[in-house]
């Protein structure tokens, strides 16, 4: 249980509701023993009777009245008593599923892109999901089944031997051979509730693929080839299932074997010592009770057992991503960002992934206020810069400036507070276009909205919709357009109201009337701001303040397009060719 040590800290958070459960369990279990000692009691009483003592009928009706009001008022407290264990035990069970939930999601915000392009979305969601459920079970049912066994196996065997030792020792012989059992068992179980976890990973994985690109499944027919790769895994997976269930089948038939063995044994050492006159019929009768009260807790240990085993291998599994360092550490200085200025000094970069180098000893400097065009082939190196400002990767050499301060030194919620990124191929979620472009500014008026929307030229083709600002978007925002996708990105980065705005190629899916618009607006948004603007159309950036040009991940050309135009070199190149083409 080494790996499930790393949740100690929430059974110490939730120690006291914990406590209470343990004595409402004992409590319980002290009231669930009283019927079989009153069962015992009448039973000698009857014996008493028969045997034409002394009692009179009279006494006889009293004592079994007695006793069995006695017993329907324990039965009801002990059911009620009962009742409160589960309530306080198994609610902690899901406060600490909430917490460890939180935890994991916590961290995995907090870890680095590269994580994220080594891992499958389907095994970190299986993670958060299934793996914690499984360790759910063990704070709730195995830690509840594993306080009533012990509470009561104590107080049962402790007055069964108080009661008649010898009968007791003779009744527990089994329970060593039970102890051997599950220990050899325990291995086993581990071992294949770790390969099923692994196996329903690698299934969560493959479907979350298929079902983000069913479009490219269906165009190019693949439906059978697909579904035939799903059914070898999920027959592999029922095979790893099966092979645990079959393991785990084991241990309730040998359970019973155990609890009928001892019973025969009551039955045989205690029906000799009440035919030798030793002990009474009712004692006999306690510990056949007792022997089967006796039943469900040893029958339950293997259930727990496989529980425990199912949530040490899934905590292993979680455990593995807790412990991964993220590589992006946040500053510790409390720094703003208030104008702006970018300095790239010697910067290179190195992508750990592929080992490509995206950025080659990089230099240039952007003042507050400035907006910068960037150009470059693909693979040149463009979308590496943003990359770098916002910190989604650390250079391997050199130094990144803002404000004139070392860009590792900005808390990076500070940083990504100051910074309007528009992605490449922007991600909308499955959400209301209101909703969506809130992302940006939570507290953020219907007025601001719009606003932003107009500034994107978006708003005039929301309000034609039926719900307009209330439509709920597909996944990825599918049930809009290409350039519709791009332009609600672009208002939910310009209503952060951002000091540095970063534009990567996010206009190549509109018309070019509605390009001229947008980057007109942006001009007099961007009067107090830093833009950079990623494009591969020259007409979308030549009236920046500076363009620098970029090539196998060298700054080649840096200036305004007037003079790179007039140095008849790589960008001078690039815009010939785009003026012919549209001339044709």
Same mark, same amino acid.
């Given at each position: 249980?080494?790996?499930? &040590? ?8 939730? &120690? ?35 045997? &034409? ?532």
């Amino acid at each position: 249980m080494k790996e499930l &040590k790393s949740l100690n800290k929430y059974l110490i958070k939730y &120690k006291s509701k914990l406590l209470f459960g343990f004595f409402i369990t004992v409590v319980a279990r002290i009231f669930s023993l009283i019927a079989p000692r009153l069962i015992g009691n009448s039973l000698s009483a009857v014996e008493r009777f028969l045997n &034409k003592s002394n009692m009179d009928i009279i006494i006889l009706k009293e004592i079994l009245l007695t006793n069995i009001s006695i017993i329907m008022a324990t039965a009801l407290a002990s059911g009620f008593f009962t009742f409160l264990m589960r309530q306080s035990i198994i609610n902690v069970s899901r406060y600490i599923e909430f917490d460890l939930k939180n935890e994991i999601f916590i961290h995995y915000q907090s870890l680095s892109q590269n994580f994220y392009k080594n891992n499958r979305t389907g095994d970190l969601m299986n993670r958060i999901s299934e793996d914690v459920g499984k360790v759910r079970m063990y704070f709730g049912p195995a830690i509840m089944y594993s306080i009533n066994t012990i509470s009561l196996f104590i107080i049962v065997i402790s007055y069964m031997a108080s009661v008649d030792p010898k009968l007791t020792l003779y009744t527990i012989l089994p329970l060593p051979i039970l102890s051997f059992l599950i220990f050899k068992l325990n291995k086993a179980i581990h071992k294949r509730s770790t390969k099923v976890q692994e196996m329903l990973s690698k299934l969560s994985s493959f479907t979350q693929e298929i079902f983000s690109g069913i479009n490219v499944i269906k165009s190019y027919n693949l439906s059978s080839r697909i579904l035939s790769k799903f059914i070898n895994l999920a027959e592999v997976s029922k095979d790893k299932n099966m092979s645990l269930v079959i393991l785990q089948a084991w241990f309730f038939p040998l359970m019973l074997l155990l609890i009928g063995v001892s019973n025969l044994i009551v039955i045989l050492i205690g029906g000799t010592q009440y035919l030798n006159g030793e002990i009474e019929i009712g004692i006999l009768a306690e510990f056949i009770i007792y022997v089967n009260m006796l039943t469900w807790p040893v029958t339950v240990v293997g259930w727990l057992t496989s529980i425990i085993q199912q949530a040490e291998a899934s905590q292993k599994r979680i455990n593995d991503f807790l412990k991964e360092i993220p590589k992006i550490k946040s500053g510790s200085s409390n720094n703003k960002i208030k104008n702006g200025s970018i300095e790239f000094k010697n910067v290179t970069l190195v992508y750990p992934e592929t080992n490509i180098k995206a950025l080659d000893n990089v230099s240039f400097k952007i003042k507050n206020n400035e907006t910068i065009g960037v150009l470059g082939e693909v693979g040149s190196g463009k979308t590496s810069l943003f990359e770098l400002i916002t910190r989604l990767y650390d250079p391997n050499y050199g130094n990144i400036y803002i404000d004139g301060l070392d860009l590792k030194s900005y808390k990076l919620g500070e940083l990504r507070k100051k910074i309007g990124y528009v992605t490449q191929n922007p991600f909308l979620f499955s959400e209301s276009i209101i909703n969506n472009i809130k992302f940006g500014k939570k507290n953020s008026s219907l007025e601001e909205i719009k606003s932003a929307a107009s500034l994107a030229s978006i708003d005039d083709e929301i309000q034609k919709f039926k719900f307009q600002y209330n439509t709920i978007l597909g996944e990825r925002g599918i049930t809009l357009s290409g350039g519709q996708v791009q332009r609600i990105s672009i208002a939910r980065a310009l209503i952060k109201q951002p000091k540095i705005i970063l534009l990567d190629d996010c206009l190549s899916s509109v018309d070019t009337d509605t390009e001229e618009i947008i980057l007109k607006n942006l001009n007099k948004y961007s009067e107090n701001k830093t833009t950079i603007i990623i494009s591969h159309r020259i007409s979308s950036i030549k009236s920046a303040d500076n363009i620098m040009v970029l090539k196998k991940g060298r700054l080649i050309e840096f200036g305004g397009h007037k003079k790179l135009v007039e140095n008849k070199g790589y960008y001078n190149e690039i815009y010939e060719k785009q003026q012919a083409e549209q001339k044709k």
